[in-house]
């Protein structure tokens, strides 16, 4: 029960993040279109891509002799940057096909369903 | 001073994120999201490279290195670049899958290297037990674990969206499937669980000393080989099981499923970023694993299907005493090509039922030339688009709209329903079930209560098909079978080439 309690002492300001982002997450697409939810999904794709900011460090911070830590921190920091850039020129890839097109007036309805 | 600054770039980034999700999902400000989005990864991702300090020994350090990881960022880079500007658009949901594993196995292998770095360095082991310089403690464990656990299943899960989708890999199912996935997760989750509440050691030897930790309060410096067998076991199993969630699953399920296990690597990168107590990579993985979860849910609600039935998969099953049930069904009539120009010709409103047929046969360009030489005619055509047409939703808007159909032009359901009775023909283009009336008749259907396009109010349906065959959902269509009905086989495009040639002559 006390270690409950220090977690939750120690670690509050992640946990207010954690939650605050829940809701923000749900909040920010709760309105999309469902002509943009495959970009939606593929540029969300990217954003997780963040993930490789971990295997920066994680990579940075092998020691030169720790053969295993460093192959799979390449493999790690490689991944990870196909993940961003990939997804992001997906994208705007399949953003660019939205352009110079007339848009609607009136935003288009939000999926009901 | 330089940590502080990278503070500022992660809030730069965490708010770029939220900023670029949110004009993300709206359709004049989409693309400008998308490059915020980026702009705030780039700036995330290089102040990490110069600014990130670590401690060692109370000296602060700058990241090792740094020509590996540079050689790293630019391969990816290069390659990253090339595939997503070379895939095709038909193709892109396979790719969107693809990078989403790409990412589930950075977060996968930054756990592995994170539980390297902590036995590497450790002293020696003496008797099974192994004496950690740095401390574990259980809310790192979970978090290592979490991160192992969820980047594997996305991983493994990804590819073999992947492969499905390309065709590689067929659908897997036999008899019990449910029952072993469920074991397995049973199995997965007890190992983690046997992992994470470490037996605590109670002895260890130093230099030949046994130094007693009668209490277990030490426990976060010592660690027995076997957690460390138990740990890369549950990597193995965590890929398996991956592998086994996704290989039932079919076809049309495979949007939701794509779109879930995008949410899991979104969860995958939180964990890393509880790791490092990294506010970039929490927010940004939290804001993907919450949109990426709604996302699913909104699309298992346009299929009237609920999650947990997705993903155990109750669809194989039913599938075939549906389609052995109405297997004495009435006989089809087909139409010859001009007849079909002729009809489409004459008529005074065209409505165009798009469906995964049309992506395979690449004939977005032609179905817009048709559109354009109909209307040249008099004739009214618009698009109906069910949320679910195609492997993803919104995958025929994108088709068309890089055809340049208008934007306008593309009916969602609800309204495309409300205009099928004024429609003197519907032309389905490769879609199926989105169209099947069992989903609104008949109670015994695998499908039955999806919403769909109710094309039968229209005056006539014509359907192109490359052949009788059931669609995805393996069941039958009675709709092929209705008076109004006439049917048009052949690939999509190569039909829609020859409606053209014979409108241009009529």
């Not at chain 1, 809701?23 to 920010?28: A, D, N, P, S, T």
């Not at chain 1, 891509?49 to 295997?55: R, T």
């Not at chain 2, 020994?57 to 990253?80: C, M, P, Q, Y």
């Not at chain 2, 992506?359 to 559109?371: F, N």
Request: charged letters at 15%; one cysteine or more.
């Amino acid at each position: 029960m006390q270690s409950i309690l220090d977690f939750f002492s120690l670690h509050i300001e992640i946990i207010y993040i954690v939650i605050l982002s829940i809701f923000l997450g749900i909040e920010v697409i709760g309105r999309v279109p469902s002509v943009l939810h495959t970009p939606l999904m593929s540029g969300a794709n990217a954003i997780h891509g963040v993930v490789v900011i971990g295997a920066i460090i994680v990579m940075g911070e092998a020691q030169p002799g720790n053969y295993i830590a460093l192959v799979l921190g390449f493999l790690a920091v490689l991944l990870g940057t196909l993940n961003v850039v990939g997804g992001f020129v997906v994208t705007d890839r399949m953003l660019e096909m939205f352009k110079n097109k007339k848009k609607p007036q009136k935003p288009a309805t939000p999926d009901a369903a | 001073m330089g940590i502080h600054i990278l503070s500022i770039c992660y809030l730069i980034a965490s708010v770029t994120f939220i900023l670029g999700l949110k004009m993300l999902s709206r359709p004049d400000s989409a693309r400008k999201g998308n490059l915020v989005a980026a702009a705030g990864m780039a700036v995330g991702i290089f102040g990490t490279i110069f600014l990130y300090e670590q401690e060692i020994d109370g000296e602060k350090h700058h990241l090792r290195n740094l020509v590996l990881i540079f050689s790293a960022l630019t391969i990816g880079t290069i390659l990253g670049f090339i595939s997503a500007k070379k895939i095709k658009m038909t193709a892109m949901p396979e790719m969107v899958s693809l990078f989403n594993g790409m990412g589930g196995a950075c977060a996968m292998l930054i756990s592995v290297i994170e539980f390297n770095h902590y036995l590497f360095t450790a002293m020696p082991a003496v008797g099974g037990v192994i004496f950690l310089t740095q401390e574990l403690t259980t809310v790192s464990m979970i978090a290592i674990v979490a991160g192992l656990v969820i980047g594997s299943i996305s991983f493994a899960g990804s590819i073999i969206a992947w492969g499905k989708l390309r065709g590689v890999i067929k659908d897997v199912s036999f008899k019990g499937q449910r029952n072993l996935n469920m074991f397995l997760l049973f199995v997965l989750i007890s190992a983690v669980v046997l992992l994470v509440v470490k037996t605590p050691v109670t002895s260890g030897e130093i230099g030949g000393y046994t130094l007693p930790f009668t209490d277990g309060s030490n426990s976060a410096w010592a660690i027995s080989s076997f957690h460390i067998y138990l740990f890369f076991g549950i990597l193995a199993l965590a890929l398996v099981y991956g592998v086994m969630f996704v290989f039932p699953i079919g076809g049309a399920d495979m949007p939701v499923v794509i779109s879930l296990l995008n949410s899991f690597t979104g969860v995958a990168a939180a964990c890393a970023g509880f790791m490092y107590n990294n506010q970039a990579m929490l927010t940004g993985g939290i804001l993907v694993g919450a949109a990426g979860t709604l996302l699913t849910i909104l699309m298992c609600k346009a299929m009237n299907r609920s999650l947990l039935n997705v993903i155990i998969g109750t669809w194989g099953g039913n599938a075939g005493a549906a389609a052995a049930g109405s297997s004495e069904q009435g006989h089809y009539k087909e139409i010859t090509l001009s007849d079909a120009a002729m009809v489409m010709s004459y008529a005074n409103k065209v409505m165009i039922v798009p469906g995964y047929g049309l992506a395979v046969a690449q004939a977005q360009h032609t179905c817009h030339e048709l559109e354009k030489i109909l209307e040249e005619k008099g004739v009214e055509v618009k698009y109906a688009i069910h949320p679910v047409a195609g492997r993803m939703p919104g995958h025929m808007n994108v088709l068309l709209a890089e055809a340049d159909v208008n934007y306008e032009k593309l009916l969602e359901m609800e309204d495309a329903n409300d205009e099928f009775k004024t429609c003197d023909v519907v032309l389905i283009l490769g879609a199926n079930d989105v169209v099947n009336p069992a989903a609104k008749k008949d109670p015994a259907s695998p499908i039955y209560g999806m919403p769909i396009l109710e094309v039968e109010l229209a005056k006539t349906v014509i359907v192109n098909k490359r052949s009788m065959k059931p669609g995805y959902a393996g069941i039958e269509n009675d709709l092929f079978f209705q008076p109004k009905t006439s049917m048009l086989f052949g690939d999509a495009k190569k039909v829609l080439q020859d409606i053209i040639a014979e409108i241009k002559s009529v």
